[in-house]
């Protein structure tokens, strides 16, 4: 049984480009949240999706933005890079708000 | 909005030492998480509490959850070298709050 599996695992972009990050949820599961760490830092929720809706937000702007599929796979997608934006991009899949299994993350570098 | 602050920051302790993590919160919380993240790595569920003042054990980890549920604890019992990482809290409020962690160093 997969866990929660996440591509790429590093990605170097330049700022103002745009991203998008691939999650694939814990079979079973039918959430998937997403969270931005930073060095050092604790995660931070961006958002959480549940059946393709997204159901709760972080205090992230707009242009983070995703999508869940209906296999309940997602996408997190950041538009116009900022250097600030360099983190660890973690997924992590649940049934609702119960046990959070991450997968190992997507680690994002802005140039 | 809400918060959710972990003491202390970092603690370094000699093997065999015991260890504790408070974990606090500014509102009243349904329930709580602990994750453990290992350098390098991803954050790892341990344990959710639900009611007021509930304690669940782990073999050497102890986990409380205060009566007013505003607050939890952590407590590791004799660490060994494996409990090196970072303990984290998490609550649900209008979104999933990680407290802010406490990095646990064990000495050889």
């Known amino acids: 049984d997969a866990g929660v599996t996440q591509s790429p695992t590093h990605l170097i972009k330049t700022r103002g480009q745009q991203v998008t990050l691939r999650c694939s949820p814990k079979?079973?599961?039918?959430?998937v949240s997403w969270y931005q760490q930073a060095l050092g830092q604790g995660p931070q929720f961006i958002f959480q999706?549940?059946?393709?809706?997204?159901?709760q937000r972080g205090n992230f702007p707009d242009r983070f933005s995703g999508h869940q599929f209906p296999n309940y796979s997602s996408e997190l997608n950041v538009n116009a890079l900022l250097l600030g934006d360099s983190a660890l991009y973690l997924c992590?899949?649940?049934?609702?708000?119960?046990?959070?299994?991450f997968g190992q993350g997507t680690r994002l570098t802005v140039v | 909005g809400q918060q959710v602050m972990q003491i202390p920051q970092y603690q370094h302790v000699q093997e065999g030492e015991d260890f504790t993590t408070y974990c606090n919160s500014s509102?009243?919380?349904?329930?709580i998480q602990w994750y453990k993240q290992r350098p390098g790595g991803h954050p790892v569920f341990l344990i959710q509490?639900?009611?007021?003042?509930e304690v669940k054990k782990q073999k050497r980890l102890t986990f409380q959850f205060g009566e007013a549920k505003k607050n939890s604890s952590l407590h590791i019992t004799a660490t060994q070298t494996t409990d090196v990482g970072t303990y984290f809290c998490?609550?649900?409020?209008?979104?999933?709050?990680f407290g802010t962690g406490t990095s646990l160093t064990v000495i050889p």
């Open positions: 079979s079973g599961h039918d959430t």
């Open positions: 992590a899949s649940s049934f609702l708000q119960g046990e959070a299994f």
């Open positions: 999706y549940y059946e393709e809706e997204e159901r």
């Open positions: 509102t009243t919380l349904s329930n």
């Open positions: 509490l639900v009611k007021s003042g």
């Open positions: 998490a609550a649900w409020g209008n979104q999933f709050y």
